[in-house]
């Protein structure tokens, strides 16, 4: 509000307008959800979210301490596990929201770009666990390492991405690999809260005249 009282000018009001009026609070944190949301399939898209929570923190922990903490410490030991049993269940819930919103064609009332970032969050999930695994400082790391080099080079982009270098793909993992999965898990929430969560297929809705119909999601 200006001194005035008038509406905020400038382009900080004007996007502060446009965000309430697309989503307002209620709409962006809603308090009760849809009863078809019992079903066991809308629950693995929060697993997920739990699983990254957990992934990104036990992370922040290991790249404040540095590689030898977690090859020395038996603190550091139990973070390094507690980081890897979380990528771990973090990619099996990715995988089954995938696999489950796919057979729910949940594409459905425009929601295609939300099913779009969801799509390349999995693929730069794969990106950050591949380099996850190449710096982990161990016989399994250089055999991937050496593995993978041959392929790359292959496809020429080895003159950038030089996975025998350690230092290389730390930054690309615990820096730009993150960055870019939680912009774009933060973009495929918000596409959620503005689309809705999508309806089974088959989910009826009373019409006006008091009928079933099916639901237009």
Known sequence: MSETGGAGGGWTGAVRRRAVRVLPPDKLLPDTQPAYMASWIYVFGVLTMAALIV???TGGVLA???PA???VSDTGKYVNSLHLWSVELFMFFMVSHLWGKFFM???RGRRA???ITGTVC???SIGTAFTGYLVQQNFDSQWIAGQAKDGLNSVGIGA???VLDFGQMLMWHIVLLPFVLCVLTVWHILLVRLRGIVPPIDVTTPAADGTAQEATP
């Open 64 to 66: 404040l301490k540095g």
């Open 122 to 124: 999995f693929f730069a």
């Open 113 to 115: 770009l939300t099913w």
């Open 69 to 71: 903490w977690w090859h």
């Open 105 to 107: 064609a949940a594409w």
């Open 55 to 57: 992934v990104l923190v």
């Open 160 to 162: 950038f991405f030089n």
